[in-house]
T-cell receptor, first 114, second 113 residues
């Protein structure tokens, strides 16, 4: 199998606080993980590529100081939304690569910033 | 650059109707093609894939054939069920191209009993 989990599944926070989202590959090792953001009724927007043991690669227009990514082990990547604001409210989805290129997706995290 | 265009939704069908969701692509390199499904409130699940021209991916009654001559990967199902209601995303991964998974905008399917 190839299972990817995310925690938490839902989080509500106050404006100005930071929120950490975890992405784990449960039954395989993943040197590369991806973080996506999905707005309502829209497609997934790739935010960054997370490589184990090195700095993440951010897509154009994504603030790396705002969205901190850490990929400290072969089964865990974290996304921290720093000083969150209501416009950061979204559905965040991670994925992990198994094998050459096949991606397996986590169930997503719904972030609501009040 | 790499891109995927899929038919605009939403699509509403009655149970047992035939489904087609069109998907065309442009890509550099040698793309593999995918259909993902997203059920309400959940992440994406791989529905089927094809890695080279003329391959047919199939799963759960869904099929799609990789057509290089028309750069298409249309999703079909002969008889849809209420449980097929979801958002369907066409995607490509181009090795030697963008090296990223590129998604279409998604097509919402609603199947009524």
């Amino acid at each position: 199998g190839a299972v990817v989990s995310q925690h938490p599944s839902r989080v509500i926070c106050k404006s100005g606080t930071s929120v950490k989202i975890e992405c784990r590959s449960l039954d395989f090792q993943a040197t590369t993980m991806f973080w996506y953001r999905q707005f309502p009724k829209q497609s997934l927007m790739l935010m960054a590529t997370s490589n184990e043991g090195s700095k993440a690669t951010y897509e154009q227009g994504v603030e790396k100081d705002k969205f901190l990514i850490n990929h400290a082990s072969l089964t865990l990547s974290t996304l921290t939304v720093t000083s969150a604001h209501p416009e950061d409210s979204s559905f965040y989805i991670c994925s992990a690569i198994k094998g050459a290129y096949e991606q397996f997706f986590g169930p997503g995290t719904r972030l609501t910033v009040l | 650059g790499d891109s995927v265009t899929q038919m605009e939704g939403p699509v509403t069908l009655s149970e047992e109707a035939f489904l087609t969701i069109n998907c065309t692509y442009t890509a550099t390199g040698y793309p593999s093609l995918f259909w993902y499904v997203q059920y309400p409130g959940e992440g994406l699940q791989l529905l089927l894939k094809a890695t080279k021209a003329d391959d047919k991916g199939s799963n759960k009654g869904f099929e799609a054939t990789y057509r290089k001559e028309t750069t298409s990967f249309h999703l079909e199902k002969g008889s849809v069920q209420v449980s097929d209601s979801a958002v369907y995303f066409c995607a490509l991964f181009s090795q030697g191209g963008s090296e990223k998974l590129v998604f279409g905008k998604g097509t919402k399917l609603t199947v009524n009993p």
